[in-house]
Each structure stands twice: as structure tokens, then as C-alpha cells.
């Protein structure tokens, strides 16, 4: 027997199908609250030292917190090579709307303070707002039109043809889910800067991160009405071989009201991610309250994990459905690398992941602890 025999091909597409959702998830917890404190800076911080305090506070993590997001383009990239295609070609400008603040955080951060000038540290403050402010739409815009399908097809020989346009993107159920993500990292940032700074910047961000969280809460609850009752789901109308090639062409979809419930339906256990997503944001607010910032903190990356989870379960086994030919609809089961392909990935993914997670705990533990103002006036550390 060939080694990568030994697991099947329809468990390894399963098993990437879970690593991408645990990689999603790992990006959004982590720099969730770094683009949560930028879109706080100018409001949590009033004075210059107030945001250097809350620049400190991000700036020893950050960088490794974006080791997520390279880990996961990787992902799609080897083990969903079609839903790489498609994404990062037709959701160009939304790619570029991404890349453009996240490239740009990492000098804001580094050269904001090297001058003691009102204006130039203003314009940076404006731009480390933005920063935060424009991925953190973008990415729940973009979770809005993948459930809603998105307008591509397939030729026979697998060429795409992606037919839509950024404007197009930007509809009413998408832009509701950009204010879902917003708010979410909203009070996930607040929760941060609760638990890292003191005095005046963590009460503000108790008090944002509060209507943060009941925010998510609404709009969470609104954006599953209106998927509920408005937009219609897809479901394979046909047999679909679980181990067989990955050709999205060999089967048959169609559009069905309520389809992206019927997965809760069938097994009822999955509506632990949706009931998550809402009690997540609830206890984050009672924490916040209650100025209990490591319950706040913990209770917010939990709601987030939730909200990721409960899409990614009413969407099963579809990855990117297509809104122009149902049919050429990516897949777990028909959109992914050979069988060979993603048992050599498991076998780094087995070794290098644990070593981030270790490596990135170690971080946190070494760097934990209030960030101390006097010391960020007093220039006796390397401060930003």
C-alpha cells in the first residue's frame, strides 16, 4: 500500500476543509483585535500618549498574529487550488482593498512617533484607523457575497469566467455582514485594550466594546433572519461521489429557499456555532461590565469563532458557490488538490502547526501584562 493510502481521499478533503476553518478562525481571533484597536485609536485615545498606549500594545504581537493569514492563502492555495483561482482573480479589487491597509499598518505603526509633530502623527492616526476600519468591512462583505454565490463559471477544459464587478459586491446582505464584522472586532479590540492598558483608554473601550458587543448581537441575529427568509441557499440535486475527482461540472446544483439551514435541520448539534456566535457577544458585554477583561477578552474570540463556525455549517459541503452556473459550484468533495497533495500537506501541517501555536503562546506569556504609560513617556523602553 502506498503510505498516503492509508487515509483516504474523501477524510484528508474533509480534514482541510476543518484546517481551513480552524485557520479562519485563528486569523480572525488574533488580528481581530489588532484591526479592533486601530479602529479605536482615534476614539479610545484622546492625547498622543493615550495612543501610543494603545499602539503598544498591538505592536509586540501583531506581526506574528498576520503568520495566520499567510498560513491560510497558503492553504487555499495547495490544497483548494480552484478556490484559489477563483477568489483571488475575481475578488481582486477586494483583495487589493485588503492588502492596501494591511501593508500599510505596518509602517503607521513603525513611523508614527519617530517625529514629534501634531500633523504628522495626525495623518497617521488617520491612516491606522483606516487600516483597521477598511479590512475589517471588507472581509464580512466578502463572507456576505459568498453565501449569496458569487457570479463565476466554468468552461469544460476548467477555464474561469468571472462576470461581476467590485460595485457589484457591495449589495445590501453583503454590506449587512461587513456591519457584523465590523462591530465584532470592535468588541473584540475593546476587550484587548481592556485587558492590556489602564486608566482613561481601557473605561473608553469599555464603553465602546459594550455597544460593540450588543451590536454583534443584532446585527449577527438580523443577518440570519434575512438569510433565512431572503436569500436562497444551493443544494446538489444528484449523487456526489465523496472520494471522485475534483471536477465541480459532474454534478448538479440548484437554488433552494432556506438551503443553508438544512444542514441545522438534519443535525440538530451544529446550532451550537449560531447559539455560540450570539452568547459569545452577551458574555464579552457582561464581562465588560463587570470590568472583567480576561472573561471579556475570552468570551469575545469565542462569539467570533462562532459566527465563522455557523457559516461554515450551513454552507457544508459547499466552499464558493456560483450565483451564474450552480452547477460549477467549488466543493469539499470536488474542488481540491490530489490525494497526494493533501496528505503531504497534513503530514507539515501535523508539524508546523503546533510549532506556531507553541511559539505564539510563548509570545503571549513573555508579553504579558498592563502596558505601562509612564515608561512609553519616559522613552525607557522601545516604544512605538
Known amino acids: 500500500m502506498v503510505l498516503h493510502e492509508l487515509i483516504s481521499y474523501e477524510v484528508l478533503r474533509f480534514i482541510w476543509w476543518l484546517l481551513l476553518g480552524v485557520v479562519l478562525v485563528g486569523f480572525a481571533v488574533t488580528d481581530g483585535f489588532d484591526l479592533g484597536t486601530n479602529i479605536l485609536l482615534p476614539f479610545a485615545g484622546r492625547t498622543d500618549l493615550e495612543r501610543r498606549v494603545i499602539l503598544n500594545s498591538v505592536g509586540p504581537v501583531w506581526e506574528g498574529n498576520q503568520v495566520w493569514l499567510i498560513l491560510g492563502g497558503g492553504a487555499i492555495f495547495a490544497a483548494w487550488p480552484q478556490l484559489y483561482a477563483v477568489s483571488f482573480s475575481g475578488f481582486y479589487l477586494a483583495m487589493f482593498a485588503i492588502l492596501v491597509p494591511l501593508i500599510l499598518r505596518p509602517v503607521a505603526i513603525k513611523f508614527r512617533s519617530k517625529r514629534d ?36 463559471r466554468l468552461a469544460s477544459d476548467m477555464r474561469i469566467f468571472y462576470e461581476g464587478s467590485f460595485l457589484g459586491l457591495l449589495n445590501p446582505f453583503a454590506l449587512l455582514c461587513g456591519l457584523v464584522s465590523l462591530a ?8 484587548w485594550l481592556m485587558l492590556k492598558a489602564q486608566g482613561p483608554v481601557a473605561e473608553r473601550a469599555r464603553g465602546y466594546g459594550s455597544a460593540a458587543a450588543l451590536l454583534t448581537v443584532l446585527l449577527y441575529a438580523l443577518a440570519g433572519l434575512v438569510l433565512w427568509f431572503w436569500i436562497d441557499g444551493y443544494k446538489v440535486t444528484g449523487a456526489l461521489p465523496t472520494g471522485g475527482p475534483s471536477n465541480p461540472l459532474l454534478k448538479t446544483v440548484a437554488h433552494q429557499p432556506g438551503a443553508w439551514f438544512a444542514n441545522f435541520t438534519a443535525h440538530s448539534w451544529l446550532w451550537a456555532a449560531p447559539a455560540l456566535g450570539l452568547a459569545g457577544p452577551l458574555l464579552a458585554f457582561a464581562g465588560m461590565r463587570a ?27 459547499f466552499i464558493l458557490p456560483s450565483s451564474l452556473d450552480p452547477r460549477a459550484s467549488l466543493m469539499v468533495w470536488d474542488s481540491s488538490s490530489s490525494h497526494l497533495t493533501l496528505f503531504i500537506m497534513l503530514v507539515v501541517a501535523t508539524v508546523f502547526i503546533p510549532i506556531i501555536v507553541a511559539y505564539t503562546s510563548w509570545v503571549y506569556k513573555v508579553l504579558w501584562g498592563k502596558v505601562d504609560a509612564d515608561a512609553i513617556r519616559e522613552e525607557r523602553t522601545h516604544a512605538y
Open 184 to 191: 465584532m472586532l470592535v468588541m473584540h479590540g475593546s476587550a
Open 117 to 152: 509633530e501634531r500633523g504628522w502623527r495626525s495623518r497617521w492616526d488617520i491612516t491606522l484607523f483606516l487600516t483597521g476600519l477598511v479590512p475589517a468591512i471588507v472581509f464580512g462583505v466578502a463572507m456576505g457575497n459568498v453565501l449569496q454565490g458569487v457570479p463565476f
Open 291 to 317: 470590568r472583567r477583561e480576561g472573561i471579556a477578552l475570552l468570551a469575545s474570540a469565542l462569539g467570533i469563532a462562532g459566527i465563522i463556525l455557523s457559516v461554515g455549517a450551513s454552507m457544508f459541503p
